[in-house]
């Protein structure tokens, strides 16, 4: 199948090689089997978008991790709404396997999704939007009353820096309560990353940076930080115990060094924020 997208879109085929290069790895930290499954029909040139096996393993770690709040978020919250935005070729919906009471909403541009759907095949309690997550016409389609887990990974830094706050705040003015759970990169890392093999090769333009997590309280009334962890934070020791050694050392460096340091500590955050009445979300 031929991939024919280009810019922001383009760039969900860097983290779903970086899964299949997870999963061909002798000990996978996510293995996640659609990815490889997905990368035989696709056709496209994966080596062209600078992924390399040590960068892989912070993907995989980023998206086990946030698999880990889906879980814990649906056992806690059995009836639950999730909104996977930017969700590109990512599996979470198969990798979760939720119960039948949850609904769960795969949203990202209409190109994408044209391509999802020719990928996966449609599942109960499950639908795809196709729309731009900042438009907020496609909330009409989400159930109220229910709490909502919103999670989007990779995707804040692509919004404009004044898209980024409104999308929240609709999503909170839209929902009763729950949580959300998304990646953000400090502003100097968006600026930073213009020579990346990955946005010279796509085009695609990082915008919207957050230095600090708490600023989206201000900016974004009704949400409420629950946690930020630094984007280097997310190992455990047994995931460095059966890496090779070089990538061990590399991954060790990153977490026990480089989250160390105040600058880099501030490169990016995986962030959680309730929202809404419900205390107890
Ligand atoms: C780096 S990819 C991450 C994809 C997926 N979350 C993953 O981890 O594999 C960024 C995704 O954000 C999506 N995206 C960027 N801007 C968007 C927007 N305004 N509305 C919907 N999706 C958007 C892109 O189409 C792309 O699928």
Redesign the pocket.
């Known amino acids: 199948m031929k991939v024919s997208l280009t810019g922001?879109?383009e760039?969900?085929l860097?983290?779903?090689y970086a899964r299949a290069l997870d999963a061909r790895s002798p000990r996978p930290l996510l293995a996640d089997p659609v990815a490889e499954e997905l990368l035989a029909k696709l056709d496209y040139d994966f080596s062209r978008l600078g992924m390399r096996q040590s960068s892989a393993i912070g993907v995989a770690l980023r998206?086990r991790y946030f698999d880990q709040r889906v879980r814990e978020f649906l056992a806690a919250h059995p009836e639950a709404t999730v909104l996977h935005?930017?969700?590109?070729?990512?599996s979470r919906l198969q990798r979760i396997a939720p119960g039948p009471d949850v609904r769960w909403f795969d949203?990202?541009?209409p190109d994408?999704i044209e391509l999802r759907e020719q990928l996966y095949p449609p599942r109960p309690h499950s639908e795809t939007v196709a729309a731009?997550?900042?438009d907020p016409k496609w909330l009409a389609r989400v159930p109220t009353g229910r709490p909502v887990l919103v999670v989007a990974?990779?995707?804040t830094m692509?919004?404009a820096a004044d898209e980024g706050p409104r999308m929240l705040r609709s999503l909170v003015k839209h929902l009763a309560r729950g949580e959300m759970v998304f990646d953000t990169y400090a502003r100097f890392a968006v600026r930073s990353t213009r020579s990346m093999a990955l946005f010279r090769q796509t085009g695609a333009r990082l915008a919207w940076g957050v230095d600090d997590p708490r600023e989206l309280e201000r900016d974004v009334p009704g949400l409420r930080l629950v946690k930020a962890a630094s984007a280097y934070a997310t190992a455990a020791d047994a995931d460095l115990r059966h890496l090779p050694l070089v990538l061990r050392l590399r991954l060790a460096f990153d977490t026990e060094v480089l989250s160390r340091l105040p600058l880099l500590r501030r490169v990016g955050h995986i962030s959680r924020y309730a929202f809404g009445e419900d205390e107890r979300i």
Not at 85 to 90: I, Q, T, V
Request: hydrophobic residues 50%; contains cysteine; proline residues 4%.
């Open positions: 922001a879109a760039t969900l860097a983290p779903l998206a935005l930017g969700c590109g070729l990512d949203v990202d541009q994408v731009s997550v900042t990974e990779g995707l692509y919004l």
